[in-house]
């Protein structure tokens, strides 16, 4: 029989008696501390099965929480009734951090962590519905890098979320497998939604708007696995102007201000269906690893591959942006292929290509960029040789590639 754990206090009560809903809060005394000290053994005690029940209300911690117990959930009033604050954080690197399967956590948030807002490491069947992770102080580089963050996961479902301020990215799935984002809201983060070195992601019916890039298919070196097969479609995508302000060395920190979905140096990758509009640097961005300040700072895995290889974009609706493209070289580029007035096209490439693989100039069927979008306007910006002949014929792009599968989650 499953068990069902809830959390009540003193205070609670009293609030039940007035009528209001109300919550303990740290600074609060010894209600507060009780709050908190009580929910992290409800986490510690809990069996297979269990339910750990958090009434609405405001809620301040100064530590973070763990979780080690597979099939447990944790289950809120909702995102904006159930509030896990982290203002006065003391200590733990995370909000809440997870190691298990079969977790399931909904309706509830979590606000101002010193770091990542909500981790889960390594496990399977995960679950996180209706949650909101938050930086309330707007955007800044002390906020926590990662809002919403399963990484190393299988069978992993993000959906109704809201993730705002994060200085990396708002949702993050890293070195995972399958999965499916749909239907959240990313704003005012760095990177608003990001799939980094994950394979088989469907991603789709989300907003990321006011972001310093909307959505991210990344591929990173020296991480325990590549990634491919990732489909973003059906999003709204719109206005990720903000400036980049990410921590110095962090990945994300190369992406432009002004990006609406970027791919870099992923395989594989569907963009079809989404409203993509007014992004200041262009509205898709496909690149490779050696167009981002990441690179060379560290070695890098001989085995890793920093090409982008088999992008299809598709059936797109495309407006706006390219008129004011982040950085100097972006700007001079711009400048000199389209004039002072000009804009970017909705496609920007950075022109790296895996020259080894080269079959009369071009790529093998399957590692192609193809675009079937109508006049929609590409720019190879030649990155190999520091932009010095950018082209904008489009005719190397006019192909189609295999359509991936939808996403399946349950059958690992």
């Known amino acids: 029989m499953r068990s069902t754990i809830i959390l009540a206090t003193m205070a609670l009560g009293l609030a039940a008696c007035s009528g209001q809903s109300s919550a303990p809060t740290a600074d609060n005394g010894s209600a507060g501390n009780s709050f908190e000290a009580k929910l992290q053994q409800q986490l510690l005690d809990a069996k297979p099965g269990s339910v750990v029940d958090i009434p609405a209300g405001h809620y301040s911690l100064k530590r973070g929480l763990s979780l080690r117990t597979d099939g447990v959930t944790i289950r809120g009033a909702g995102k904006d009734k159930t509030v896990l604050s982290f203002k006065d954080q003391v200590t733990g690197p995370e909000g809440l951090l997870v190691n298990a399967n079969d977790f399931t956590i909904e309706h509830l948030a979590i606000e101002d962590t010193k770091g990542d807002g909500?981790?889960?490491?390594?496990?399977?069947?995960?679950?996180?519905?209706?949650?909101?992770?938050?930086?309330?102080?707007?955007?800044?580089?002390?906020n926590g890098a990662y809002g919403i963050y399963p990484v190393k996961t299988q069978d992993t479902l993000i959906e109704d979320s809201v993730a705002i301020g994060a200085s990396d990215a708002g949702i993050y799935v890293g070195q995972s497998n399958n999965i499916i984002v749909r239907r959240n809201r990313a704003q005012s983060n760095v990177a608003g939604i990001e799939i980094e070195n994950s394979i088989g992601a469907d991603v789709y019916e989300n907003v990321a708007v006011g972001n310093t890039g909307g959505i991210l298919v990344f591929n990173m070196p020296n991480l325990s696995q590549p990634g491919h097969a990732t489909r973003v479609f059906?999003?709204?995508?719109?206005d990720n102007n903000t400036a980049n302000f990410a921590a110095k060395g962090a990945a994300v920190a190369s992406v432009p201000a002004g990006s609406g979905v970027v791919v870099n140096s992923n395989d594989k990758v569907e963009i079809f269906d989404n409203d993509i509009v007014n992004h200041q640097t262009a509205n898709v961005i496909i690149s490779s690893y050696f167009s981002t300040n990441y690179y060379n700072k560290k070695g890098v895995d001989p085995n890793y591959n920093p090409y982008p290889k088999g992008i299809f974009i598709y059936d797109n609706r495309f407006a706006g942006g390219g008129d004011a493209p982040d950085g100097m070289k972006l700007k001079m580029l711009k400048t000199a292929v389209y004039g002072m007035g000009g804009r970017f096209p909705d496609v920007l490439w950075d022109g790296f290509v895996d020259e080894k693989t080269l079959v009369d100039g071009l790529p093998p069927p399957s590692d192609r960029l193809c675009i079937q979008n109508g006049p929609v306007g590409v720019l190879n910006a030649d990155g190999p040789h520091d932009y010095d002949k950018p082209s904008t014929d489009t005719r190397a792009y006019q192909c189609t590639l295999p359509k991936l599968p939808a996403i399946v989650l349950g059958q690992g």
Do not use: C
């Open 118 to 142: 909500l981790k889960i490491n390594q496990g399977k069947h995960i679950t996180i519905r209706d949650v909101r992770v938050e930086w309330t102080g707007g955007p800044k580089t002390t």
């Open 234 to 238: 059906k999003n709204q995508v719109r």
